[in-house]
C-alpha cells in the first residue's frame, strides 16, 4: 500500500490532537508521520511485535502501537501513537479503524489482486471494471488461463503459499484463495490458444502440491479468457469441468472444459427429461436389468471402438463368445451395439444413467 495513502488520513487526524500519530512497516521504519521529521526513521518497539499482540495494544517507553495487518508470522504495518496512557490507548484504536478501512479501500480501488478477485465472483459492475483497469495500468484484452485447482480429501493451509510461490509476476499472474479448499490461478498467456502450455502448468502444479504437501487435487480448467470481462465465465467453466469430470471422468485428476463433450450438454439437463429419455430408450428392460459383467463389456466395445476383434482380444474372449454376448444384449434392451447409430443411443443412455446415479448420492 502506498505510504503517501496512509500519510493522507493521518494529516487530517492531526488537527484532532496533539499527539503524534504514524504508521511503521514490518521493519520498524516510520511511513507515515502527523510529525514529519521522524518519517523514514526507525522506532525500536515496533521490533518485538508478536502474535499474542494480534488482537491488543503493544507499549514501549514512549509509544502506544496496534497492528493493522499482516499475517500468522509478520505484522505488515502498524499503527502507533505517543505516550502510553489511557488517552494514547484511546487514539491508537481509533486511528486504527480509520487506517484499516482507508487500507481496504485503497487495495480495492489499486490492488490488481483484489480487481480481479471481484470480477470471478462478480462484484463489480462492468463500468467500474474498465475504470479500475485503467487506473492500475491493468492490460483488458491479453488472453489469461484460468485454473481452479481444489484440494480433494486432505487441504492443508499451506496449499496458497505454495501455488504463489510457482508464479512470482504478480503483476501478470494471480493466485487467489476463493475457500478452504479451492485456490484460483490466473495465468497470462503469450498466445491465446497455447493448449500444451496449459496443460503443462496444470500437471505442474499438481505434482508440487502432491510432492511438497501430499495434497490430491482436481484441477478445472476454463476456455482461455480474450479479455478480462471474461475471466468469471472461464472461472465458472473451470468449475464445472471439476463437476462434470467428477461425474464422467472420475479417473482423471485435470479436466478441461472444452474437452468435456456431450458431458457437459447432460450435465445441463434437468433430470426429469433424463429419466424420460432413459425410459423412452429402454422399453423393453431397463438398464438396471444388466449385470456388472455385461456392462464391463460393453463399456470395453466402446473403448475399443465398436471393434468385435480387438474387444475380444482385450477381454480374453473368443470373437463368436463376444458376438454371443452382444445378441443377448440386444435381445434385452431391443438395440445392437454393433450398429453405429444404435451403439450411440446406448452410450449416451450410460452416460444419463451415471448423471442420475451422481445425483442420488
Given at each position: 500500500m502506498s505510504s503517501r495513502y496512509f500519510q493522507s488520513i493521518i494529516v487530517q487526524m492531526k488537527d484532532a490532537t496533539d499527539r503524534t500519530i504514524g504508521?511503521?512497516?514490518?521493519?520498524?521504519?516510520?511511513?507515515?508521520?502527523?510529525?514529519?521529521?521522524?518519517?523514514?526513521?526507525?522506532?525500536?518497539?515496533?521490533?518485538?511485535?508478536?502474535?499474542?499482540?494480534?488482537?491488543?495494544?503493544?507499549?514501549?517507553?514512549?509509544?502506544?502501537?496496534?497492528?493493522?495487518?499482516?499475517?500468522?508470522?509478520?505484522?505488515?504495518?502498524?499503527?502507533?501513537?505517543?505516550?502510553?496512557?489511557?488517552?494514547?490507548?484511546?487514539?491508537?484504536?481509533?486511528?486504527?479503524?480509520?487506517?484499516?478501512?482507508?487500507?481496504?479501500?485503497?487495495?480495492?480501488?489499486?490492488?490488481?489482486?483484489?480487481?480481479?478477485?471481484?470480477?470471478?465472483?462478480?462484484?463489480?459492475?462492468?463500468?467500474?471494471?474498465?475504470?479500475?483497469?485503467?487506473?492500475?495500468?491493468?492490460?483488458?484484452?491479453a488472453p489469461r488461463a484460468v485454473y481452479l485447482v481444489r484440494q480433494v480429501g486432505k487441504t492443508d493451509a499451506a496449499a496458497l503459499a505454495t501455488v504463489q510461490k510457482m508464479f512470482p509476476d504478480k503483476q501478470k499472474d494471480f493466485v487467489l484463495s476463493m475457500s478452504e479448499t479451492d485456490i484460483v490461478i490466473i495465468r497470462e498467456m503469450a498466445n491465446e490458444g497455447n493448449a500444451k502450455e496449459i496443460l503443462q502448468t496444470a500437471k505442474k502444479v499438481e505434482s508440487a502440491l502432491k510432492s511438497e504437501l501430499g495434497i490430491k487435487p482436481v484441477i478445472g480448467i476454463g476456455t482461455p479468457a480474450k479479455h478480462l470481462r471474461d475471466l468469471a465465465d472461464r472461472y465458472k467453466e473451470a468449475q464445472v469441468a471439476i463437476d462434470v469430470g467428477k461425474v464422467f471422468e472420475s479417473d482423471k485428476t485435470i479436466i478441461n472444459y472444452e474437452n468435456l463433450g456431450i458431458g457437459r450438454l447432460i450435465y445441463q439437463l434437468p433430470t426429469t427429461l433424463c429419466e424420460m429419455y432413459l425410459s423412452e430408450v429402454f422399453k423393453k428392460n431397463p438398464l438396471d436389468s444388466l449385470d456388472e459383467e455385461t456392462l464391463s463389456i460393453i463399456t470395453k466395445f466402446f473403448e475399443n471402438n465398436l471393434n468385435i476383434s480387438e474387444t475380444s482380444r482385450k477381454l480374453f474372449v473368443h470373437r463368436n463368445t463376444l458376438v454371443y454376448r452382444l445378441g443377448k444384449i440386444k435381445k434385452t434392451t431391443g438395440l445392437d451395439l454393433r450398429e453405429f447409430n444404435q451403439a450411440i443411443v446406448f452410450k449416451v443412455a450410460l452416460m444419463v444413467k451415471q448423471y442420475l446415479d451422481s445425483q442420488k448420492m
Open positions: 504508521v511503521v512497516d514490518s521493519e520498524g521504519n516510520v511511513i507515515a508521520s502527523s510529525e514529519l521529521s521522524i518519517i523514514g526513521t526507525a522506532v525500536g518497539g515496533a521490533a518485538g511485535f508478536g502474535l499474542s499482540s494480534w488482537d491488543g495494544l503493544i507499549t514501549d517507553d514512549q509509544r502506544t502501537y496496534k497492528i493493522l495487518s499482516g499475517n500468522d508470522d509478520h505484522f505488515d504495518y502498524a499503527v502507533f501513537v505517543d505516550g502510553t496512557d489511557e488517552m494514547a490507548a484511546c487514539i491508537c484504536r481509533m486511528a486504527c479503524i480509520a487506517l484499516v478501512e482507508a487500507k481496504l479501500h485503497f487495495e480495492e480501488r489499486y490492488d490488481k489482486t483484489a480487481l480481479v478477485k471481484n470480477i470471478l465472483i462478480d462484484n463489480i459492475l462492468p463500468g467500474d471494471l474498465y475504470a479500475h483497469a485503467r487506473e492500475l495500468h491493468f492490460v483488458t484484452d
